[in-house]
């Protein structure tokens, strides 16, 4: 019966810290910016709750250190208090509220009293700017007063409560920036699915007491993955050790996801800021679990020179092949591939979940397709799930999640499952920005079974196909000409103008016309002989050319050489997988409908494509012809009608 009081409890507490905090900011600040003030002071209440039992003690014994280096300070305070930050400044909210003078400056010396580890928060969160623009219009003070009488302690609130709270009022920070929001906020509905996926296969192995587990986020935005992915392996073992990592480009972001991680007991480490292209900042190191949301169609002309650097390195994780730089998701995608940990003894294996758009299934440029390649021949693609259109705040377009394993089950290896999920929706009562759909729980946990039930899954939402069914040759289709050999004035006159051809070839070419034109090379020089004529090889060649009318009734033509000789403007590329038989893919696909084909599998061009859309299209019915004939009946006889009425007005 308790669960619902913590519910209303944090609700309510959430409600309370955005309304009541809107009052003091209307007129003030953008309505969209409300979040920027709100969450900081919203972190920093938090924080000073959390610190509030060991503060006097804290700041008496870092006191004592003297001039110890800040990270040996930082040392000393977990070690004894086991706290991974502190404050040692004399103030507070309450004491800062209790006065009206100086408000800026004694906040401004109230943050920098944290310790050094959290400091890069306020930056990233622009807290000394907004902490002047709110002094300069007055309402500083009431601020820093209404946030001093919330009680946000961990008595009150756990861990996971309060992480309900802030995702409660960013939530509603987000929907007021629409779809500014979707640069950082992955949608968690998303995320939940992502992760039931992603876990699905990790039952046996989570069990006991000694269960270690790492995940990891390079683009960790507000830090929603990690955590709802750290809460699903606590439901599933609340015992199991579970360490994040994750790192983040965008300042605003790097706060939002380090303070969150903080709020709820995490390391103040445990998301570092930086560009995940130009350097991994957890390089040499792997993980059980890889989340990832990339930016869509994100121009990396900025990071060129370090990646091209890096890609030239062999084995590296951008050596397998370069996008174009107006979109770098697959370099995102190639990276958390080897940001997986190896296979082990015991079969476990790290997995990734990473979202894409539609580009990185079918872009034919040579880096897209040489980075699928080494994805398909590895075979570490596990699975790859559409998502419904609409279910991101910053974009409408459908999106996919990609499954990467370094050890699939037994069953999966060499095998690739397709999961069609976007169908799988509900419409949102309010939009936010792009998103006008979610995935409730029904539709997650059908998608979730039909990713256990792999080959055994229902064929209109799932199939099951292997890396070579990706692979395809462009074999060029060629319909070979049908021609006979005519004599005509026209002809002469071209073969005049050649120094091998005489008027006493005319005789010679009236007597083979209607013969056959594959022959000419036998037929012409043999009555050219026959009339004391030479006949070179360039001239049979010409005479061939020139006296060459199309007859359907001739047999196909080959050259002198006997080459297939092939109809003009008829020419085709037939894309046949690398799990078929060519021959008898021609034979079925091809062959039925132009029986003088003929191909060049030496010529045939290899590449690579995951047509999503095309493996579950089911093609509609089109109306009957009755059924068309009766409504257009139907529309003359109102028009008729209309028309007579007209008539009779007149």
């Known amino acids: 019966m308790t669960e619902p009081t913590v519910v209303s409890t944090t609700s309510t507490t959430a409600r309370i810290v955005w309304e009541t905090a809107d009052k003091f900011l209307r007129d003030v600040v953008e309505e969209e910016d409300y979040g920027d003030f709100i969450l900081p002071f919203t972190v920093l209440r938090r924080l000073e709750c959390m610190l509030a039992d060991s503060k006097e003690q804290v700041t008496k014994y870092v006191a004592?250190?003297?001039?110890?280096?800040?990270?040996?300070?930082?040392?000393?305070?977990?070690?004894?208090?086991?706290?991974?930050?502190?404050?040692?400044?004399?103030?507070?909210?309450?004491t800062i509220a209790s006065v009206d003078?100086?408000?800026?400056?004694?906040?401004?010396?109230?943050?920098?009293?944290?310790?050094?580890?959290?400091?890069d928060i306020w930056v990233a969160f622009d807290f000394a700017r907004r902490a002047k623009m709110l002094a300069e219009a007055n309402r500083l003070h009431a601020m820093v007063k209404h946030f001093s009488t919330l009680d946000l302690s961990p008595s009150r609130l756990a861990?996971?409560?309060?992480?309900?709270?802030?995702?409660?009022?960013?939530?509603?920070?987000?929907?007021?920036k629409g779809k500014a929001a979707g640069g950082f906020y992955t949608p968690r509905d998303a995320i939940k699915l992502m992760v039931d996926i992603l876990i699905a296969n990790d039952d046996h192995s989570l069990a006991g007491e000694s269960a270690l587990r790492s995940i990891y986020d390079p683009t960790a935005g507000s830090g929603g993955m990690l955590l709802v992915?750290?809460?699903?392996?606590?439901?599933?073992?609340?015992?199991?050790?579970?360490?994040?990592?994750?790192?983040?480009?965008?300042?605003?972001?790097?706060?939002?996801?380090?303070?969150?991680?903080l709020i709820q007991g995490g390391?103040?480490?445990?998301?570092?800021?930086?560009?995940?292209?130009?350097?991994?900042?957890?390089?040499?190191?792997?993980?059980?679990?890889?989340?990832?949301?990339?930016?869509?169609?994100?121009?990396?002309?900025?990071?060129q020179k370090s990646v091209r650097d890096q890609a030239n390195a062999t084995g590296s994780r951008f050596s397998h092949g370069l996008p174009s730089t107006s979109d770098g998701q697959m370099l995102f995608?190639?990276?958390?591939?080897?940001?997986?940990?190896?296979?082990?003894?015991?079969?476990?294996?790290?997995?990734?979940?990473?979202?894409?758009?539609?580009?990185?299934?079918?872009?034919?440029?040579?880096?897209?397709?040489?980075?699928?390649?080494?994805?398909l021949e590895e075979d570490l693609i596990d699975a790859i799930i559409a998502l419904?259109?609409?279910?991101?705040?910053?974009?409408?377009?459908?999106?996919?999640?990609?499954?990467?394993?370094?050890?699939?089950?037994?069953?999966?290896?060499?095998k690739i499952q397709l999961i069609d999920g976007s169908g799988q929706w509900k419409p949102m009562r309010k939009p936010m920005g792009d998103k006008r759909r979610e995935m409730r729980k029904g539709n997650r946990n059908l998608l979730l079974e039909s990713y256990k039930a792999f080959e055994h899954a229902d064929p209109a939402i799932s199939r099951v196909m292997t890396p070579e069914d990706f692979m395809f040759r462009d074999v060029p289709v060629y319909k070979q000409a049908r021609f006979a050999a005519r004599f005509s004035e026209e002809a002469v006159a071209t073969l005049r103008d050649r120094r091998d051809f005489t008027e006493a070839h005319i005789e010679v070419l009236r007597a083979l016309d209607s013969t056959s034109w594959n022959d000419l090379p036998k037929s012409f020089p043999k009555a050219a002989q026959a009339a004391g004529l030479k006949a070179p090889i360039g001239l049979i060649d010409a005479v061939m050319q020139t006296t060459a009318v199309v007859d359907d009734s001739a047999p196909p033509a080959v050259d002198r050489k006997g080459n297939p000789v092939i109809a003009d403007g008829w020419k085709v590329t037939e894309r046949v997988p690398l799990s078929e038989d060519l021959t008898k893919h021609m034979k079925r696909e091809?062959?039925?409908?132009?029986?003088?084909?003929?191909?060049?599998?030496?010529?045939?061009?290899?590449?690579?494509?995951?047509?999503?859309?095309?493996?579950?299209?089911?093609?509609?019915?089109?109306?009957?012809?009755?059924?068309?004939?009766?409504?257009?009946?139907?529309?003359?006889?109102?028009l008729a009608e209309m028309f007579k009425a007209v008539s009779e007005n007149d």
């Not at 570092?272 to 949301?293: A, I, R, W």
Request: aromatic share 10%.
């Open 229 to 261: 992915a750290q809460e699903a392996l606590r439901r599933m073992n609340e015992k199991v050790d579970v360490t994040l990592y994750g790192q983040e480009l965008m300042p605003s972001a790097f706060g939002l996801g380090k303070a969150d991680l």
């Open 159 to 176: 861990n996971t409560a309060m992480g309900d709270v802030f995702e409660d009022v960013m939530y509603r920070a987000f929907n007021k």
């Open 101 to 119: 003078d100086n408000v800026e400056k004694s906040l401004q010396s109230y943050i920098a009293g944290f310790s050094h580890n959290i400091a």
């Open 64 to 94: 004592a250190l003297g001039g110890l280096p800040p990270h040996l300070i930082d040392i000393a305070v977990k070690d004894k208090f086991g706290l991974s930050f502190y404050n040692v400044s004399p103030l507070d909210l309450a």
């Open 267 to 303: 390391r103040p480490d445990a998301i570092k800021q930086g560009n995940t292209l130009v350097e991994d900042l957890y390089e040499g190191q792997t993980f059980d679990y890889v989340l990832s949301n990339p930016p869509f169609g994100k121009d990396w002309s900025a990071d």
């Open 388 to 414: 419904p259109a609409e279910m991101f705040y910053g974009t409408g377009i459908p999106t996919y999640v990609w499954i990467l394993d370094k050890n699939k089950d037994l069953e999966r290896k060499g």
């Open 590 to 638: 091809v062959l039925p409908y132009a029986p003088d084909a003929t191909w060049d599998e030496r010529k045939a061009k290899h590449g690579n494509e995951i047509p999503f859309t095309r493996i579950f299209y089911v093609p509609k019915e089109p109306r009957s012809l009755s059924g068309i004939d009766s409504d257009v009946q139907k529309l003359m006889g109102e």
């Open 333 to 375: 995608l190639a990276h958390c591939a080897h940001k997986l940990s190896p296979a082990e003894k015991n079969g476990q294996g790290g997995r990734a979940a990473v979202v894409s758009n539609a580009s990185p299934l079918f872009s034919s440029d040579k880096g897209p397709n040489a980075i699928r390649q080494w994805l």
